[in-house]
């Protein structure tokens, strides 16, 4: 299988044949994803809320780091598209006999996958995965350490879209651990190539990767300057650890400066929504009156979630 | 034996010689250059019309894989593949497994070596018991066993005080301390470059400061003490700008870069090639524009391979957890090349840079071919392109960011001490 | 340019609308497959004056040949906005050819519920059929080769046409 090496996800004519990041996908490719999922959304409110278009495939949830969330969105993904699913949670496995992840890999090949969904603690893991599994296997990234989380990335552009309509006349937030953050990065590029002109990212200097204004975005260490007048705010998770080291000093003052308040949203649009990859930290990084609030589109971010990733699913099973 | 080195153009940057002479060869040395001397009767001669002759080259970081790391690279590999490149003399770190503390270890090693007649062998001892930065090693001790110098790799200190310490004891002896700065605590669980790459690819970084902050330590350390110090793997614009102001104050210190942070930026990193997850990180293209221009004017002194064999289960792995290092002893000399032919200077400066200036700071008698000096030689064909590929290296590390990349410059003939160690002829596939 | 071998395609639509007419009821429920079924059954719709809603259906999820063409881009939603449960349906296509086509759109309305009964209604029926399925109403039938391509058109003023198109 050729796979372009300046974007090893995409074949000769330019089609999806893993999802590894989002960066540098095609706008073409992106709104293919989004339009697909628009009809799958259509499937999920049926009685039978499943396609026999996979029928038959067999789709591995291999999952390197545990996250029972994101595997169950991809595992009711893959039955709705009537795929055989097999879950390994392999950090307790064979990871600790010394099996490396290459030999895994080989092994659940053996076995006539049709499909890894892979989630690994490590940056870049989808990658190497990618580059040697036989040619017909496609990969899934579902969130590689602080490098991608694509399907996160395209069901919040789902989700904007939804609400918006479009992205050429937004401005959109980002705020909180965007240094650890694979949400972060997989908004912005597809932000960037689906053409919003103006993306912020809002957070203490400690949670700010250097240079990341080279990504196509403003900086705003003042979330209150950050937020003013925004469309769309997408609230990060904050993880507990974070507050272990020196990068912050209590969840307390990180509520006080960059939790995302009733006040502070009514410095946005007033039709402004907020967005969560979840799970949430209430009155850590957001409050309860938010996420509850009129404004909060996090419980349909969810739903949009599973017909995201049939999407993608479909599209690669079909390339 | 007597040796007759014919028709080459010969390159000895230490005599500035750089013109079509031959080479005589008798007991070991270089006995004649030039005219042959009366009487000279030769058993053997290489007829190297086309090729370049140049000292053997002296490489400063040398990874021999043993003790400890047989199942990546041994003795035998890897010295059949410094020849093979080319080098005739080598320094090897102390981060073996055990670390080479103790003067059995590093007899053994010489001993070892030396029953290979292939190239030098010149072990770097430990700094400290187990390379872990508290105690110090029996310095004195290692180094009537052969060490020529003392370091800690890539180890750190448990603190500035048993650095000090360290280079005061080095400094009673005039032994010479090589250190490669960085912070331990800047430099964190990072792998790649505090930069834009890392930023886009989300890998746990390293910035520059953790190299500044820490050379500018070893600097006031170096003035305070009176330690001669050389500085290994540099790779930061601001840390070329420090050594080279420290240079022009007057320190006695020297200084090396690996080959790969001549070329390669983080940028090649690409999609997290594990073949460039190296220590020091590759850093950004203004940083390795610095770095060349600083091998250029001399603040940089040497160009090493550090090599660095590495076995597949630990490199194909997500770029984080591979093990940093590449292979590089056959490709010191093509890498060489490349840097004074982009750099638009002499192939003479390529030369200096991997034999006379490293002899230098290993501060051994090697790296030039005047009449009487032992005959370390290689030759090369300057204009021979070769694609590196597994088969093509003699290493049995295959790691290189150079993978499937077409280099220019191969050598032929490896000689040393008047033998000739490594012969090959390369025409047939050019 | 030779004249268009193919009937015209309001003609083909009154008659099948004559030809529907005495079958249906106000309860009957339209389904018209994208694109070309939905334009029919819209028409058909306002002159049988049915009162269910429209139905539309895109069967690109229940295609057999997905495994060899992959998913079309530009997939529609299907939509049935009414009770199929015991539901008496037709399902208005262009062209009747191979039969699969009907054989996904039969599969995906069970997946919304079980008919009383389904009908098929076509404007035109090229022939070359695959499958055992035959129309209950067809506009015309028309002979065309097997690298001929019948599609219906549809201009700015809503008027419809049949194309030959060869592959």
């Known amino acids: ?204 200097k400690t949670l700010l990767p250097s240079q990341v204004d080279r990504l196509g975005v403003q900086v705003y260490p003042d979330m209150k300057r950050g937020l003013k007048d925004v469309d769309v705010v997408m609230m990060l998770r ?71 990733r049939m999407a993608v699913m479909s599209i690669l099973a079909g390339n | 034996m007597k040796i007759h080195i014919k028709s080459g153009r010969l390159v000895d940057p230490r005599n500035g010689i750089d013109a079509q002479r031959d080479l005589y060869l008798a007991a070991g040395r270089v006995v004649a250059v030039g005219d042959a001397p009366a009487g000279f009767s030769a058993n053997r001669v290489i007829d190297a019309a086309g090729k370049i002759v140049c000292p053997g080259l002296v490489d400063l970081a040398v990874r021999l894989r043993e003790p400890g790391y047989e199942y990546m690279a041994t003795l035998e590999s890897e010295m059949e593949a410094a020849i093979a490149g080319g080098i005739t003399s080598l320094a090897c770190p102390p981060d073996t497994d055990p670390a080479l503390d103790e003067p059995g270890l590093v007899e053994m090693l010489k001993f070892r ?11 770097v001892g430990a700094l400290t018991v187990g390379l872990k930065g508290a105690r ?60 834009e790459v890392a930023t886009r690819l989300g890998l746990p970084a390293i910035p520059s400061t953790a190299e500044v902050i820490a050379l500018s330590t070893i600097l006031i350390l170096a003035r305070e003490t ?17 050594v080279r102001d420290a240079k022009a104050r007057g320190l006695p210190v020297s200084c090396d870069i690996g080959i790969h942070h001549a070329h390669l930026s983080e940028m090649d990193i690409a999609y997290f090639d594990p073949n460039c997850h190296l220590s020091p990180p590759l850093r950004s293209l203004r940083d390795r524009d610095a770095l060349r221009a600083g091998l250029a004017d001399g603040t940089i002194d040497a160009l090493c391979s550090d090599h660095t064999p590495v076995d597949e289960d630990v490199k194909q792995l997500p770029f984080a957890e591979a093990e940093a290092g590449a292979t590089g002893v056959e490709l010191l000399l093509p890498l060489a090349l490349k840097w004074a032919a982009e750099s638009q200077l002499p192939l003479a400066a390529a030369i200096e840079r991997i034999t006379v200036r490293p002899a230098a700071i290993l501060g051994i008698d090697a790296g030039h071919l005047t009449a009487g000096a032992a005959a370390d030689i290689c030759i090369f064909d300057p204009g021979h392109h070769w694609r590196v590929t597994p088969d093509a290296l003699r290493s049995q590390g295959k790691n290189t960011p150079y993978s499937g990349f077409e280099l220019c410059g191969r050598v032929s003939h490896t000689l040393v001490g008047g033998n000739i160690v490594y012969e090959k002829n390369i025409n047939k596939n050019k | 340019m030779p004249a268009n071998p193919l009937p015209d395609a309001e003609q083909l639509l009154a008659s099948l609308t004559d030809r529907m007419r005495p079958a249906v009821g106000p309860d009957t429920g339209l389904v018209g ?135």
Not at chain 1, 70 to 87: G, M, P, Q, Y
Not at chain 2, 142 to 167: I, K, T, W, Y
Not at chain 2, 180 to 187: C, H, I, T, V, W
Not at chain 3, 137 to 150: L, R
């Open chain 2, 226 to 242: 009176g330690a001669r110090i050389h500085i290994a793997r540099l790779s930061s614009a601001e840390g070329v700008a420090m």
């Open chain 3, 33 to 167: 497959i994208h694109t070309g079924g939905v334009w029919l059954a819209e028409r058909l719709h306002r002159a049988l004056g049915i009162k269910l809603p429209l139905g539309t259906l895109d069967v690109s999820f229940y295609r057999d040949d997905f495994n060899k063409k992959g998913l079309r881009r530009n997939v529609k939603s299907s939509d049935i906005p009414f009770d199929v449960d015991g539901c008496d349906l037709v399902i208005v296509d262009d062209v009747l050819y191979t039969g699969r086509t009907i054989r996904a759109a039969m599969n995906e309305l069970f997946d919304y519920g079980r008919p009383a009964r389904i009908r098929l209604a076509t404007l035109v029926d090229r022939g070359g059929r695959e499958l055992p399925i035959c129309a209950d109403f067809a506009g015309a039938t028309v002979g065309a080769a097997a690298d001929e391509n019948i599609e219906l058109a549809r201009d700015a003023q809503g008027l419809l046409s049949l194309q030959l198109n060869r592959n």
């Open chain 2, 136 to 195: 110090l090693t029996e310095m004195a001790e290692l180094r009537d066993a052969g060490c020529v110098a003392f370091s800690q790799a890539e180890a750190p200190f448990a603190d500035n005080q048993v650095l000090m310490h360290a280079l005061e004891y080095a400094a009673t002896f005039g032994f010479p301390v090589w250190l490669r700065p960085q912070d331990p605590a800047l430099a964190g669980s990072g792998v790649a470059h505090d930069g």
């Open chain 1, 1 to 204: 299988m050729w796979l372009d090496p300046a974007n090893p996800q995409l074949n000769k004519n330019g089609e999806l044949h893993h999802l590894l990041s989002l960066e540098g996908l095609p706008a073409g490719v992106l709104r293919q994803i989004l339009d697909t999922a628009e009809s799958f959304v259509g499937v999920t409110q049926r009685e039978v809320k499943k396609v026999p278009l996979l029928r038959g495939k067999a789709v591995f949830n291999l999952f390197f780091e545990p996250s029972t969330r994101t595997r169950t969105t991809f595992e009711i993904a893959a039955k709705r598209l009537s795929a055989d699913v097999i879950n390994l949670a392999i950090n307790v496995s064979s990871q600790s006999k010394g099996e490396s992840v290459l030999d895994t890999v080989a092994n659940l090949a053996a076995m006539q996958a049709d499909m890894f969904i892979v989630r690994h603690a490590a940056s870049g893991a989808p990658y190497m995965i990618a580059k040697h599994v036989a040619p017909e296997i496609h990969v899934v990234n579902a969130g590689d350490g602080r490098h991608a989380h694509p399907t996160q990335g395209l069901l919040d552009m789902y989700t904007i879209r939804h609400y918006k309509g479009d992205f050429t006349q937004l401005r959109v937030a980002i705020v909180g651990d965007i240094l650890h953050s694979r949400v972060a990065r997989s908004q912005i590029h597809a932000l960037t190539t689906l053409g919003c002109p103006e993306i912020r990212v809002i957070g203490p």
């Open chain 2, 113 to 123: 070596a030396k029953n290979l007649n292939q190239a030098h062998v010149y072990p």
């Open chain 1, 238 to 308: 904050l993880q507990n650890e974070r507050m272990k080291g020196a990068l912050l000093p209590s969840a307390q003052e990180f509520y006080k400066y960059y939790g995302l308040t009733e006040d502070k949203l009514a410095l946005a649009k007033p039709d402004a929504i907020v967005l969560h990859p979840g799970p949430m930290n209430r009155g850590v990084e957001i409050d309860s009156s938010v996420a509850d609030g009129k404004q909060s589109v996090i419980l349909p971010q969810v739903t949009f979630g599973i017909a995201i």
